[in-house]
């Protein structure tokens, strides 16, 4: 399969019925049984985060994805598209997953199951059950920063990091589950539904729109983005959209907020 990175339900439908391409519901369980896309695959979008450690919300080590694609039926040669019931979120989220170790045969549905019904497609309650493949898996440098990268890129002007996190959240006067509020110094903030239509449409803005804002806070295409929010959930989306955009350097701080905010001897603007 040929598909974009970002597909339309039209092109979906086109798709659906090739025997290369799987369809990964992030939705909760809940509302995959309600109703989802003809032979969608459910996965528990919680399985995108390590799960241990002081920081579980970062990536899953390569064994952990391994297994979660291996249980999938994901192999190469598969192409996978992706949507959740999140705005997007989990789906970006998964997109990088995967982008970061190679896989690049993947898409993103825009609308989600909203868009998918709007069109005018069937959906089905049916539990589908994945035959189960061998997916080994290799990271790949250059989707990830970290902290002792972003400190070194600190004033950097070929780099830019991109807080999609509310605008109290950027400024400190929300604090979730850390000890110290604001954000990383240079840093830019952009919140994630700016992208989108609208919070009961979730079907991304057009591209030229969101390049333009991007662009007015110094975010363009030349520059190494960083990507972060507050446990690399929201950015995972911002991650997805910029890529839509075009921009080829672009890292996400798995670690973000929940990370940063927690340490004493990391800066902070606010």
């Not at 993103?108 to 049916?126: C, D, I, R, S, Y």
């Not at 189960?132 to 972003?150: C, E, F, H, N, R």
Request: glycine share 8%; hydrophobic share 35%; net charge negative.
């Amino acid at each position: 399969m040929n598909l974009p990175l970002v597909i339309s339900p039209q092109q979906l439908s086109d798709a659906l019925n090739q025997h290369d391409v799987l369809v990964v519901d992030l939705s909760s369980s809940k509302h995959y049984q309600s109703g989802h896309i003809p032979s969608a695959i459910h996965m528990d979008p919680a399985k995108l985060l390590r799960g241990s450690g002081d920081i579980s919300n970062k990536i899953p080590l390569p064994d952990q994805i391994s297994a979660l694609l291996s249980e999938l039926g994901l192999t190469p040669d598969r192409h996978i598209v992706v949507y959740d019931d999140q705005m997007g979120p989990w789906a970006g989220r998964m997109i990088w997953t995967l982008h970061g170790i190679g896989h690049n045969k993947c898409s993103f549905l825009n609308g989600h199951l909203t868009a998918w019904t709007t069109a005018g497609f069937p959906v089905e309650t049916t539990e589908n059950e994945a035959i189960p493949s061998q997916y080994p898996v290799t990271q790949k440098p250059g989707y990830l920063a970290d902290i002792p990268y972003i400190t070194e890129h600190l004033g950097d002007p070929d780099h830019i990091v991109l807080d999609v996190r509310s605008a109290a959240e950027f400024s400190g006067e929300k604090i979730i589950n850390v000890k110290r509020g604001g954000h990383i110094p240079g840093a830019v903030n952009y919140e994630w539904t700016r992208a989108l239509i609208s919070t009961d449409y979730p079907e991304l803005r057009p591209a030229e729109e969101i390049r333009a804002e991007l662009a007015a806070l110094g975010v363009t295409p030349d520059k190494t983005v960083i990507t972060h929010c507050q446990t690399h959930r929201r950015s995972g989306l911002s991650y997805l959209f910029t890529k839509h955009l075009g921009f080829d350097k672009v890292r996400c701080y798995d670690g973000s907020w929940f990370e940063w905010g927690n340490r004493e001897d990391t800066p902070v603007e606010s």
